[in-house]
């Protein structure tokens, strides 16, 4: 019941960024905020090669319960202020539907990851929040179980979501996950929700960053998602895939030379 794609807009009015069709969004920042300074070296990093939103995870869903699980709500007020002195709307991931509200104070977008994709009680918070969602593929999980997903969100009153492929579980392990490229074309002939690409999580590698992105404008995503850090050998969580200043410009050079599509 709805033959136009749709566009999300993310911000605070007059600093709207828009994903969806007549554009393709740069979003960028670390994996985790680990300090002040950190975050806001990776914001300028992001600022400076063309990314228009800051990512940055507060609440980290580690695989491993002694790994670095985010630094919380100082990690919100970290994010918040980061945003004041760059410019850049924040999108960060919630992962417990008792911290939504206050997420939702401190951020422009609330994202549900991988692992929380059926989480159909957070699902329901989120659709209550007021705030654009960005709702990650669960890595198991089939493109129809992600529309049911977001039918969780819509239901209860939002409709700005944005899906994003963060890539899905195969047998092949040269890669952490397996980057569904044809998720992008297949969920928009089923849907009018805007789909980016996350190919930092998706391979797990920097190196396959920009090859990805590639991928992601040419199928017709409507933006990408990326980790940077400032120095990806120290990083708490996902270094090995974080993207630094000149790789950023790289892959900014590449999605601006890439025609648009029609
Ligand atoms: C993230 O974007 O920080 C993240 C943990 O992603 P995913 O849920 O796709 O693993």
């Given at each position: 019941?709805?033959?136009?794609?749709?566009?999300?807009?993310?911000?605070?009015?007059?600093?709207?960024?828009?994903?969806?069709?007549?554009?393709?969004?740069?979003?960028?920042g670390p994996c985790a905020v680990e300090s002040p300074e950190q975050t806001v070296?990776a914001a300028?990093?992001?600022?400076?090669?063309?990314?228009?939103?800051l990512r940055g995870g507060a609440y980290k869903?580690?695989?491993?319960?002694?790994?670095f699980?985010g630094l919380g709500i100082e990690g919100l007020r970290i994010l918040a202020s980061v945003?004041?002195?760059?410019?850049?709307?924040v999108?960060t991931e919630?992962?417990?539907?008792?911290?939504?509200?206050?997420?939702?104070?401190h951020a422009?977008?609330?994202?549900?990851?991988?692992?929380?994709?059926?989480?159909?009680?957070?699902?329901?918070?989120?659709?209550?929040?007021?705030?654009?969602?960005?709702?990650?593929?669960?890595?198991?999980?089939?493109?129809?179980?992600?529309?049911?997903?977001?039918?969780?969100?819509?239901?209860?009153?939002?409709?700005?979501?944005?899906?994003?492929?963060?890539?899905?579980?195969?047998?092949?392990?040269?890669?952490?996950?397996?980057?569904?490229?044809?998720?992008?074309?297949?969920?928009?002939?089923?849907?009018?929700?805007?789909?980016?690409?996350?190919?930092?999580?998706?391979?797990?590698?920097?190196?396959?960053?920009?090859?990805?992105?590639?991928?992601?404008?040419?199928?017709?995503?409507?933006?990408?998602?990326?980790?940077?850090h400032?120095?990806?050998?120290?990083a708490l969580c996902?270094?090995?895939?974080?993207?630094?200043?000149?790789?950023?410009?790289?892959?900014?050079?590449?999605?601006?030379?890439?025609?648009?599509?029609?």
């Open positions: 019941h709805h033959p136009q794609r749709s566009t999300v807009w993310v911000g605070p009015q007059g600093h709207q960024v828009p994903i969806g069709p007549d554009t393709f969004t740069f979003i960028a070296d300028r990093m992001a600022a400076s090669a063309g990314a228009t939103l869903p580690r695989t491993s319960p002694y790994a699980q945003r004041e002195t760059t410019g850049l709307p999108v919630v992962v417990d539907a008792r911290d939504v509200e206050t997420v939702a104070e422009d977008m609330l994202q549900i990851g991988t692992r929380n994709m059926a989480n159909f009680g957070l699902l329901q918070e989120v659709g209550r929040a007021g705030k654009p969602v960005l709702l990650k593929r669960g890595m198991s999980s089939t493109v129809e179980e992600w529309l049911m997903a977001a039918e969780y969100i819509a239901q209860r009153g939002n409709l700005d979501i944005v899906l994003c492929e963060r890539g899905i579980r195969t047998f092949e392990p040269s890669t952490r996950n397996t980057l569904d490229i044809s998720a992008v074309p297949v969920v928009q002939a089923l849907s009018h929700l805007p789909i980016i690409i996350d190919p930092s999580h998706a391979a797990g590698r920097k190196d396959l960053v920009v090859p990805l992105t590639r991928a992601a404008v040419a199928v017709g995503a409507d933006g990408v998602i990326v980790d940077v400032p120095s990806p050998e120290s996902d270094g090995p895939q974080a993207l630094l200043g000149g790789d950023l410009r790289d892959l900014a050079q590449v999605v601006r030379q890439l025609p648009p599509v029609v």
